[in-house]
C-alpha cells in the first residue's frame, strides 16, 4: 500500500490526486499529517510556499447575475521528501481565510527560516513559531512584498 | 675605528640592503607567486613591473590619513614605528662578510656591532616585536584587531620559546653568545646543519625548527594566524591607511629578510663556503636568498593553521623537542663529539 | 575525532611545494582582454541595428523586442507606415530606437523574436565610458555598430532555424 | 656619567607616568619604558648580559603577562574610563618609608670603585652552578610551583 | 666592549630614523580631505554598526600561555650562561641542568594535561 | 554509528550563559572577505570559541519571486541566470523542469541529453569554483589557497569556454526555454568536449595533493559535523547531504532529463564534516567527467525543442495547476513551486517558489558553528557551499 492510499483514509484526501497539484487538507491536520509523512519516511524538509489569493470581484458576462466578489485567502503549500532510491516528493496545501497556519518547526527545524521567509514575503503568520523575525526584508519594512495587493510603485528602474 | 664611523660604514650599506631587498620582496613575491600560479605578476610600472614597489610606495604615501573616532589617537600613531625598528635593528649583530686573520683563522666581518650577547640581542628583540603590532590592535579599538593583537602576542610569546632554544643549539656549540664566534666554530667544525660530523644531525633538525619558529614569528603562512585575512580581514592593519598600512607591510617583508639571513649565520655558516675569504659577502647573500625563496615558495603552496593547532603544535611538539635538542648537543659538547 | 598536527606535515608540506613548484615551469595562462577574433563564433556582447537587403533600415518599429525583454532597457518609438521604394509595399518605421546597455543582461531575446533580423548581436564588447550615458545605445550608436563591429552569427531566423530545422530523415 | 643621569632621569619619569596613567594599558606600557631604560642602564654599567635579560624577561615577558593581565580583568566599560590613582599622600609616605632603607643600604655599601671587567654570561653561568648551585635548583621548583599555582588559580571551573 | 655598542646604539638611531622619515614624508605629501563624512572615522566591522566595545575581558588562557611562557624564558635565561660553562665545567653543569629541565618539564606535563596549554 | 554531539539550540538565549564569560559580538559581513557574497553573521564569542551564530541573510534580495509574477514564462529564464551565478546553467534547466511539467510539455530526447551533457560540465565547473574558495578560504588570499584558485580557475575557464561555443555567453546563457533548448550543438562540439574532459581530469590528482595535507585536515575534520537526521529535518540536499552519509541524488532516485539512460554512482561519505563535503564534491567532479564521456556518444539526431520556439511574449499560457519540481544542481534540490494563471491573460506564473539549496545549507549554520572557533566560520560557510544570489535571491 501506498503511503498516498494509506494517508488517503485518515486525512481525507482526494481519491486521485490531479496531475501535480498537491492535495488540499484542512489546516487543524496540517500538523498531525506532517507528522505521519516524517514516521512514513518522508524526513526531508523540501520547502514551504505560501500564497496569496486576494479578493476579487468575478467578470460578470453579459445577462449573468452578479457574483459575489471572492474572500480573501492564504495557501501554504508544503513540499516534504523520502530521500533514497526512488525517492518521491508529497506535497499538500492548507487554505486559510486568516493568515494563521501552524508551525512545523516542532517536527522539521528547516521549517525555521522556510517559515521566516515565508513570514517575510507573504505575511502568513506561522503559529508557535520560536522566532518569526523577517529574514530577507529589513526588520523595518512596511508590509510583505509578495501579496498581491502589495503596491509597486512604477516600473521603471531608479536609475533611469 | 671610530664606533660611530664604523656603524655608518656598515650600517648604511646594510640598512640600503634591508630596504632595497624588502622593496624588492614585494616585487619577487608577486612574480613568483604569479609564475607559479601560471599568471604574469606584475608586468607594467617600469621593465618587468621592477618598479611596482616604488609606485606602490608612492601610492601609500599619498593616501589619506583616517584615525577611527574611537581609537586611542596616541598610541595608534606611535604604533607603526616600531615594528621596522626593531626588525631592522635586530639585523646589526648579523655578520655579512668573512676575512682571514693573520694567523688562518676565519673571522666573521661585515657587522655593524659584534656584540657579545649577539644572540640575545636578537631574541629579545625579537620579543620585543610583539608590542608595537599589539598596540597596533589595541589603540584602533575595532574588535578585529583586538582579536589580531591578542593571537599576535599568544602566538609571538609561544614561538618564542622553541625560537629561543634553537638558536641555544649553535651557542651551546660554539659556547659564545657572539654570532662572530659562532661562525668561527663552523670555519673550524663546518656548518652547524650541514657537515659530516654527528652534531649535524641535531644541527639540522634545530635549523628546521628555528625556520618554522621564524616563520611564526615573521607571520607567514602557515603560521599566518594574525593576520588572517579570510577571517579577520587584515588583522590588526584594519584600520590603518597609507603608509602606516605600508611601514607593517615593510616591518613583515624586512622580517623574513632578517629571519632568512639569521638562519644562514646560525646554521649554515653564514659567509663561510669554499672560495676566497672575499666572496663571504656574496655567500651570505646567496644563504639568504636560497632561505628568503624557500619562506615564499611555503607561503604559496600551504594553507594555514587554526590558531589553537597552532598553540597545540608549538606546546606539545615544538617546546619539547627544541629542549630535547638543547639537551642532545649539550651532551654532545660534553662528550666531545663537537 | 578531530586529528592533531603533528610535523608529518612537513613532508606533505613538500609534496605541494613540488606540485607548486612544478607550476613555475608551466605557461602562464591568463591573458588579456580577449580580442573577439579568439572568441567563440556565437559569442555575443553587444548589439547593432542592421539594414536590410534593399539598403533600408530594417526596423519596422513593431515593439515585439522591447515587449519581451525581460529588464526593460529597449524602447522603440514606432514612426508612420512608408511605402518601401525596393519592394513597393507598405512597411512600418522606427524613428527612435534606444536600448539601455546598462541593465542589458545579453539574453538574445529580442533577436529571437525580431521577425526582420533587424536587430543583432555583435561581438565586440562595448567600451566602458565615463557616464551612464556612453553605455545607453542611441539610434545612432546601434546603426554605427553595424559597420563598426563583427557582428556575430545569428539573427532572429537563423534562430528559428535552428531551432525548428527543416525535417530531416530522423534518426 | 652623563648618560647615566638621562637615563635615571627617564626611568623616573616613566616610572612617575605608570602610577599617574589613568588608562590601565598606558600604565603598562610606561612600566615597559621603564624597563627598557633599566636595560639601557645595564648597559652603561657594563653588564650587556644583565641588559639583554632585562629585555627578554621583563618587558618581553613580564609586560606581556601584565597586558594579557589587563585584558584578563577590564570590565565591560573598557578602560578608557578614567581610572585616577587614589590616596597621594599616603602613595608619597610609602615611597618614602621605601626610599630610607634604600639610601640606607647605598650608603652602607663600600665603595668597588669603577668597574673595569663587564660581568659577562660566563661568569654569571659559572656563579650558577658553582657557589649558587643550591639557589639555582630550587628556583626550577620554585618555577614549578609558579607554574601550577597559576594554572590552579587561573583556570575557569569546568561547567 | 662599549665601542661595540656605540656603534650599535648609531644603528638604533639609522633604524629608528627608517619608520619616522616615512612618517614625516607622507605627512607631508599625502591628500587632505576637503570634506569629511562622520561615517569615514567609525570603526570597521564589516560595514557594520559595531555592537559592544572592542575593549572587553578576555579569556582567561591567553594570560595561562603568557604565564608558561614567562617561565620558559625564564629557564631559558638560565640556559644562556650554562651553555657558555658547558665547555668548562663539563659533566657537572651537565647533570645539574639536566635535572633543572626535568623539574621544569614536569610543570610543562602538568599544563598539557590539565589542559592549560591547549586551546580548547 | 558514530556518536554525534547533542544538537544547538539556535535560539539559545544569550543571556542565559556563564556570566562570568564577556563575550564578545562580532559581526562578520556584510562586507567581509570571505563570506561569499554579502551575508552577515553575527557571532557571540567566547575568547574565540563561537557561543552562538545568528545568520542574518537577505542583503542580496532581489525580489526575483516577485518579478517572476510580472514577467512571462518566456522572460524568466534569463532572470534565472542571475541566482546562482556560479551554475546559471542548471538553474535555467531548473526553472523550466518546472515550466515543463505545468504547461504540459515534451522535450525531445535531444534536448534532455544536451542538458543532461550541460548540467554535468556546470557540475564540473561549479565545483571548481567551490574548490578553489574553499581553500582560499582555508589557505588565505596571499597563500597556498591563492594558488589552488588560481588552478582550478583555469580549469573553470575551459568548461566556460564550451558554453561559450555553445551558447555565445559565459554566463549568462539563457539557452533553455520551455520544452528544450535554443541553441543547438556546434559543429565540432563534441569533440572539443572531450579534449577538454582529458585536460581536466589529471589536475583533480594535483588538487588531491595540495589538499592532502595535515593542514587541510585538521582545518577541515571534525569541524562542522552536521548528523544525517538534522540534515534532513533542514532540508539539505547536494553534497552536503550526501556528506551526512544520507545515499540520495535527485539524478539517480528521480530522474529528470536523460539520467535515466546513464547509471549515476552517487559518491557518499560518511564524516558529516567539512571534510566528508570536499571528499563528496571532489568525487563528483570525478563521477561528472564519466558521465559526460559516457552521454557524449548518445547525443541523437532531431530537433532541440519539443514545441514551437520562441516568437512572441505570451506564448505560454497556463490557466491554473500548481506544481513543484525539483532538480539536482551542483548545490542541492533546486525546487520550484509554480502556480499557474498569473498576469498576462496566464502567461505569468501566479506565485513561482523558489527553493534555493543554498538557503537551506545557510540555515544549518546556527547548529554548526557554536563550539567553534572564529577560524572555523569560514572552513564551515565555505564547505556548505552557499551562493549568496540564491539565497537571498
Not at chain 3, 71 to 87: H, N
Not at chain 6, 86 to 115: C, H, Y
Amino acid at each position: 500500500m501506498s503511503v498516498y492510499e494509506d494517508l488517503q483514509a485518515r486525512f481525507d484526501l482526494p481519491e486521485v490526486p490531479p496531475e501535480g497539484e498537491p492535495a488540499l487538507v484542512d489546516v487543524s491536520r496540517h500538523v498531525e499529517l506532517a507528522g505521519a509523512l516524517k514516521d512514513a519516511g518522508f524526513t526531508m524538509y523540501v520547502t514551504v510556499c505560501a500564497s496569496h489569493f486576494p479578493s476579487v470581484t468575478p467578470k460578470v458576462k453579459k445577462g449573468q447575475e452578479p457574483l459575489p466578489p471572492t474572500v480573501e485567502a492564504w495557501e501554504v503549500a508544503t513540499v516534504l521528501r523520502r530521500p533514497g532510491p526512488n525517492s518521491e516528493a508529497f506535497a499538500w496545501r492548507v487554505r486559510v481565510e486568516r493568515p494563521v497556519v501552524p508551525t512545523l518547526y516542532e517536527l522539521f527545524a528547516g521549517a525555521d527560516w522556510q517559515e521566516r521567509e515565508q513570514y517575510d514575503l507573504v505575511g502568513v503568520i506561522f503559529e508557535n513559531h520560536p522566532d518569526l523575525r523577517r529574514l530577507m526584508m529589513p526588520e523595518d519594512w512596511d508590509g510583505h512584498p509578495l501579496r498581491k495587493d502589495y503596491a509597486i510603485d512604477t516600473r521603471v528602474a531608479p536609475w533611469r | 675605528m671610530n664606533p660611530i664611523v664604523h656603524a655608518l660604514v656598515i650600517g648604511v650599506p646594510l640598512l640600503t640592503f634591508l630596504m632595497g631587498g624588502a622593496a624588492l620582496a614585494t616585487w619577487f613575491e608577486r612574480r613568483f607567486s604569479g609564475k607559479m600560479q601560471t599568471r604574469w605578476g606584475p608586468t607594467v610600472v617600469g621593465p618587468a613591473g621592477l618598479l611596482q614597489p616604488v609606485a606602490d610606495a608612492l601610492k601609500m604615501m599619498q593616501k589619506e590619513d583616517i584615525v577611527p573616532r574611537a581609537a586611542d589617537r596616541t598610541l595608534f600613531n606611535l604604533a607603526p614605528l616600531f615594528p621596522p625598528f626593531l626588525v631592522i635593528a635586530s639585523a646589526a649583530v648579523i655578520p655579512f662578510a668573512a676575512t682571514i686573520d693573520a694567523d688562518g683563522a676565519v673571522k666573521a666581518t661585515g657587522v655593524v656591532a659584534d656584540l657579545d650577547i649577539g644572540i640575545l640581542w636578537v631574541m629579545a628583540l625579537a620579543g620585543l616585536m610583539v608590542f608595537p603590532i599589539w598596540v597596533a590592535g589595541w589603540a584602533a579599538n575595532n574588535k578585529y584587531t583586538m582579536l589580531s593583537g591578542m593571537r599576535m602576542v599568544a602566538q609571538g610569546i609561544s614561538y618564542e620559546i622553541p625560537m629561543v632554544l634553537c638558536a641555544l643549539v649553535p651557542v651551546i656549540f660554539a659556547g659564545s653568545l657572539s654570532l662572530s664566534d659562532i661562525v668561527a666554530y663552523q670555519a673550524v667544525h663546518g656548518w652547524n646543519a650541514l657537515s659530516l660530523s654527528p652534531s649535524a644531525i641535531v644541527g639540522a633538525v634545530a635549523a628546521l625548527l628555528f625556520f618554522l619558529a621564524s616563520l611564526a614569528e615573521a607571520n607567514r603562512i602557515p603560521f599566518d594566524i594574525p593576520e588572517a585575512e579570510s577571517e579577520l580581514i587584515g588583522g590588526v592593519m584594519v584600520e590603518y591607511t597609507g603608509i602606516k598600512f605600508g611601514i607593517f607591510m615593510l616591518a613583515e617583508y624586512l622580517h623574513t629578510i632578517v629571519a632568512s639571513a639569521l638562519t644562514a649565520v646560525l646554521f649554515f655558516g653564514g659567509p663561510l663556503g669554499p672560495g676566497p675569504a672575499v666572496l663571504g659577502l656574496g655567500w651570505m647573500l646567496g644563504k639568504t636568498l636560497v632561505l628568503f625563496v624557500l619562506i615564499y615558495w611555503i607561503r604559496w603552496s600551504l594553507y594555514r593553521f587554526r590558531s589553537d593547532q597552532l598553540m597545540d603544535l608549538c606546546w606539545r611538539i615544538l617546546v619539547p623537542l627544541s629542549l630535547v635538542l638543547v639537551m642532545l648537543s649539550a651532551l654532545l659538547v660534553a662528550g666531545g663529539f663537537a | 575525532m578531530s586529528s592533531r598536527v603533528g610535523l608529518n606535515w612537513i613532508w606533505q608540506s613538500a609534496k605541494a611545494m613540488i606540485v607548486t613548484g612544478k607550476h613555475l615551469f608551466e605557461p602562464r595562462t591568463t591573458e588579456g582582454l580577449r580580442p573577439a577574433e579568439s572568441r567563440a563564433p556565437r559569442y555575443r556582447a553587444s548589439f547593432a541595428l542592421v539594414h536590410n537587403e534593399h539598403g533600408e533600415e530594417a526596423c519596422i518599429g513593431c515593439k515585439l523586442c522591447e515587449k519581451i525583454c525581460p529588464s526593460d532597457v529597449i524602447t522603440v518609438v514606432g514612426g508612420p507606415k512608408e511605402l518601401s521604394e525596393a519592394t513597393g509595399k507598405k512597411r512600418g518605421t522606427c524613428t527612435d530606437f534606444v536600448l539601455d546597455l546598462q541593465a542589458c543582461i545579453i539574453c538574445e531575446l529580442c533577436v529571437q523574436v525580431c521577425p526582420v533580423d533587424a536587430i543583432l548581436m555583435v561581438r565586440e564588447q562595448e567600451v566602458p565610458g565615463y557616464s551612464r550615458e556612453d553605455l545607453v545605445l542611441t539610434m545612432d550608436k546601434l546603426y554605427a555598430n553595424e559597420h563598426d563591429k563583427a557582428l556575430y552569427w545569428g539573427s532572429g531566423s537563423a534562430l528559428m532555424e535552428m531551432q525548428n530545422p527543416k525535417k530531416e530523415a530522423s534518426s | 656619567m652623563t648618560a647615566f643621569a638621562v637615563i635615571a632621569g627617564i626611568i623616573l619619569a616613566s616610572g612617575l607616568m605608570v602610577v599617574r596613567s589613568e588608562n590601565l594599558v598606558h600604565s603598562v606600557l610606561w612600566l615597559a619604558v621603564t624597563l627598557i631604560a633599566t636595560a639601557v642602564q645595564f648597559v652603561l654599567l657594563n653588564a650587556p648580559f644583565l641588559a639583554g635579560m632585562q629585555l627578554m624577561l621583563y618587558t618581553g615577558g613580564i609586560i606581556t603577562l601584565m597586558l594579557f593581565g589587563v585584558m584578563l580583568t577590564i570590565r565591560d566599560e573598557g578602560v578608557d574610563i578614567p581610572n585616577p590613582s587614589e590616596g597621594h599622600l599616603a602613595g608619597a609616605g610609602a615611597a618614602l618609608a621605601f626610599l630610607v632603607p634604600t639610601l640606607y643600604a647605598i650608603w652602607g655599601t663600600p665603595d668597588f670603585g669603577p668597574m673595569v671587567d663587564p660581568i659577562t654570561a660566563k661568569d654569571i653561568g659559572s656563579s650558577f652552578l658553582g657557589p649558587q648551585l643550591i639557589a639555582f635548583e630550587a628556583l626550577s621548583v620554585l618555577l614549578l610551583a609558579a607554574m601550577i599555582g597559576a594554572i590552579v588559580l587561573v583556570r575557569r571551573k569546568d561547567p | 666592549m662599549q665601542e661595540q655598542w656605540v656603534s650599535a646604539l648609531v644603528f638604533l638611531g639609522l633604524a629608528f630614523s627608517v619608520p619616522l622619515s616615512m612618517l614625516v614624508g607622507a605627512a607631508l605629501v599625502r591628500v587632505r580631505a576637503k570634506s569629511n563624512l562622520e561615517a569615514k572615522y567609525d570603526t570597521y566591522e564589516c560595514g557594520e554598526e559595531p555592537d559592544g566595545p572592542a575593549w572587553v575581558r578576555f579569556h582567561p588562557r591567553y594570560y595561562i600561555v603568557a604565564l608558561v611562557f614567562v617561565l620558559f624564558d625564564v629557564e631559558a635565561a638560565f640556559l644562556f650562561p650554562w651553555a657558555l660553562t658547558l665547555r668548562e665545567l663539563g659533566t657537572l653543569a651537565l647533570v645539574e641542568m639536566f635535572v633543572f629541565v626535568t623539574v621544569l618539564l614536569i610543570g610543562w606535563a602538568y599544563a598539557l594535561r590539565k589542559g592549560a596549554l591547549s586551546w580548547q | 554509528m558514530t556518536e554525534f554531539p547533542p544538537r544547538v539550540d539556535p535560539h539559545f538565549d544569550i543571556e542565559e550563559y556563564d556570566p562570568e564569560a564577556d563575550l564578545m559580538a562580532l559581526n562578520m559581513g556584510p562586507q567581509h572577505p570571505s563570506t561569499h557574497g554579502v551575508m552577515r553573521i553575527k557571532l557571540f564569542l567566547d575568547g574565540e570559541t563561537i557561543v552562538k551564530a545568528v545568520p542574518y541573510p537577505g542583503y542580496l534580495h532581489r525580489g526575483v519571486e516577485k518579478l517572476c509574477e510580472k514577467l512571462t514564462y518566456v522572460q524568466i529564464t534569463p532572470i534565472f541566470d542571475k541566482h546562482d551565478y556560479v551554475a546559471p546553467m542548471t538553474n535555467e534547466q531548473a526553472i523550466n523542469l518546472a515550466f515543463e511539467k505545468l504547461l504540459g510539455l515534451e522535450v525531445p530526447l535531444r534536448a534532455r541529453v544536451l542538458r543532461t551533457i550541460l548540467a554535468e560540465l556546470q557540475r564540473i565547473a561549479s565545483h571548481l569554483l567551490w574548490l578553489g574558495t574553499f581553500t582560499l578560504d582555508i589557505g588565505g588570499t596571499i597563500g597556498g589557497g591563492a594558488s589552488m584558485m588560481m588552478y582550478t580557475f583555469r580549469e573553470r575557464e575551459m568548461i566556460l569556454d564550451l558554453f561559450e561555443a555553445l551558447t555565445g555567453c559565459r554566463f549568462h546563457y539563457n539557452t533553455h526555454c520551455p520544452g528544450g533548448n535554443r541553441h543547438d550543438v556546434p559543429e565540432g562540439w563534441e569533440t572539443v568536449v572531450k579534449a577538454v574532459l582529458d585536460a581536466i581530469e589529471p589536475r583533480f590528482d594535483e588538487y588531491e595533493a595540495l589538499c592532502d595535507n595535515d593542514i587541510f585536515l585538521v582545518r577541515t575534520e571534525g569541524i562542522g559535523v552536521l548528523p544525517p537526521d538534522l540534515a534532513l529535518e533542514l532540508g539539505q540536499t547536494g553534497p552536503v547531504l550526501r556528506a551526512s552519509g544520507v545515499d540520495h541524488d535527485l539524478r539517480r532516485d528521480a530522474p529528470y532529463h536523460a539520467y535515466d539512460l546513464v547509471d549515476v554512482r552517487v559518491a557518499v561519505d560518511d564524516g558529516c564534516d567539512s571534510l566528508a563535503r570536499y571528499k563528496v564534491r571532489v568525487a563528483e567532479m570525478r563521477e561528472s567527467v564519466r558521465l559526460v564521456r559516457l552521454l557524449l556518444p548518445m547525443l541523437p539526431q532531431g530537433p532541440i525543442v519539443g514545441s514551437k520556439p520562441i516568437k512572441s511574449l505570451i506564448q505560454f499560457k497556463a490557466a491554473a495547476g500548481q506544481v513543484y519540481v525539483g532538480m539536482e544542481t551542483p548545490r542541492g534540490e533546486l525546487g520550484t513551486y509554480l502556480i499557474g494563471g498569473g498576469d498576462q491573460r496566464g502567461a505569468a506564473p501566479y506565485r513561482c517558489k523558489i527553493r534555493p539549496p543554498s538557503l537551506h545549507a545557510m540555515a544549518a549554520l546556527p547548529y554548526l558553528l557554536p563550539g567553534h572557533f572564529l577560524s572555523d566560520v569560514v572552513t564551515v560557510l565555505g564547505s556548505l557551499d552557499p551562493i549568496m544570489g540564491e539565497v537571498d535571491r
